[in-house]
């Protein structure tokens, strides 16, 4: 089988869509049909045009896109998707803190509340010449924070977390108290950068004025926020949102300063299922072969598993059960109504979707699918790498690392 030839993409890339190709001899050219599967397709046209949907909706607003890298995990994505080779970017991990940071990435949220024990970390990275910023909800860590800015004679500067929708974690927009008390006790050494909110509650949200609902309650919260701590003296710089469905469908950002957004750059099913893509903006996929038939059971059996795919099934709370994804032929085309049905380790069992009256395709012993993820940030994790594509044309342009750990 070919060997890929190192990747040689640049900062150039940045400003424009055209992905370098390795240099390679065009009689070693790779197509899916040489890959060992199952392993992860990423379709370079769709996600170009998912960024750029993303970018021009924001530019009517005025504010900053800061992408959450969490879904790329790798630095060629990363440069697609960051406004300059500097950022600004968004982390979930102290892992890809310290990857892209080591890349070159100067402009980094850490946007999961701080442990004190990762402070030093996190002073070590901001000493190396990252501007990275951590993010907390409670005296406590305001309190650590400041006490290891005061030890490090460096002010580390954190966003106070505002809870906008009872989803998850944060302060309640309205708690005067805790949100001065938090301040307070981080000024103290510390640096107040401003505040930040998720709106996790979207993924439950159906239909475009629900989605709109969420936005604006999104912003309401932050905007709010930051008022108090305003009002009260603090200085609030950074006034940060974010998730995929509420940046798609935001009205109004008066008081924003940033949109925080992850899955937009390759989407996946849960987002389709919101309303939020189509399936053919997903630009993710496992490729994956037939090894088998059930012919009683109607089942056509691959290589391709909940190793492959991740055992993420959250399509199973929407109006549309995609089982573990839908099943698409080698160009990534769907099948009618064909799904991964269910998923043992290395066993992928395909069906016709139950109620459907659509026909099982007649797929060989060897041939080739691609299945398009629940949840693009779970199947990713399952890989090392994306082999890339350009829409339906089946040779591999690139193969882009991808790395996963804390």
């Known amino acids: 089988m070919p060997t890929f030839i190192p990747n040689r993409i640049g900062s150039k890339n940045m400003k424009n869509n055209n992905f370098l190709e390795s240099e390679r001899d065009l009689s070693d050219q790779i197509t899916l049909d040489d890959l ?128 906008c929708d009872g989803h998850r974690s944060g302060v309640l927009p309205h708690d005067a108290r805790l949100l001065l008390d938090i301040a307070d006790a981080l000024t103290r050494g510390g640096e107040l950068r401003g505040v930040l909110t ?39 710089p950074v006034v940060s949102i974010g998730s995929t469905p509420t940046a798609h469908y935001a009205e109004n950002l008066d008081g924003v300063t940033e949109v925080r957004a992850g899955v937009f750059v390759f989407f996946d099913l849960v987002m389709a299922g919101i309303g939020v893509c189509r399936i053919d903006d997903i630009a993710l996929s496992v490729l994956g072969t037939v090894i088998g038939h059930q012919h009683e059971k109607g089942w056509i059996l691959i290589d391709a598993g909940w190793m492959a795919m991740s055992r993420d099934r959250g399509t199973s709370k929407q109006e549309v059960d995609q089982g573990y994804g839908i099943v698409c032929d080698s160009t990534g085309l769907p099948y009618e109504d064909l799904i991964l049905a269910d998923a043992n380790q290395e066993h992928g069992i395909v069906t016709v979707r139950p109620g459907s009256n659509a026909a099982l395709p007649d797929l060989k012993i060897g041939d080739r699918v691609r299945i398009h993820p629940n949840h693009a940030c779970a199947t990713g994790a399952q890989h090392g790498s994306y082999r890339v594509v350009r829409g339906s044309d089946n040779v591999v342009v690139n193969e882009w690392k991808r790395f996963g750990g804390w």
Do not use: W
Request: hydrophobic residues 45%.
């Open 198 to 236: 998720h709106a996790g509650a979207s993924y439950d949200a159906r239909g475009a004025e629900a989605l709109r609902v969420c936005a604006e309650n999104e912003r309401v919260a932050v905007v709010d926020a930051a008022a108090i701590l305003r009002d009260a003296g603090h200085a609030c």
């Open 36 to 163: 060992e599967t199952p392993c992860l397709i990423l379709d370079a046209e769709r996600m170009e045009r998912n960024v750029a949907r993303l970018r021009a909706r924001l530019a009517k607003f005025g504010v900053t896109l800061r992408p959450h890298l969490k879904t790329a995990k790798s630095i060629e994505v990363a440069r697609e998707v960051m406004s300059s080779p500097q950022g600004p970017a968004t982390v979930s991990t102290l892992r890809e803190a310290e990857f892209f940071a080591s890349a070159g990435v100067t402009d980094i949220i850490y946007a999961v509340g701080i442990a004190p024990g990762k402070l030093e970390k996190i002073i070590d990275l901001r000493r190396k010449g990252c501007d990275l910023a951590v993010v907390l909800d409670t005296v406590e860590q305001a309190q650590a924070v400041a006490s290891a800015s005061i030890d490090a004679e460096m002010a580390i500067p954190a966003l106070i977390e505002i809870d």
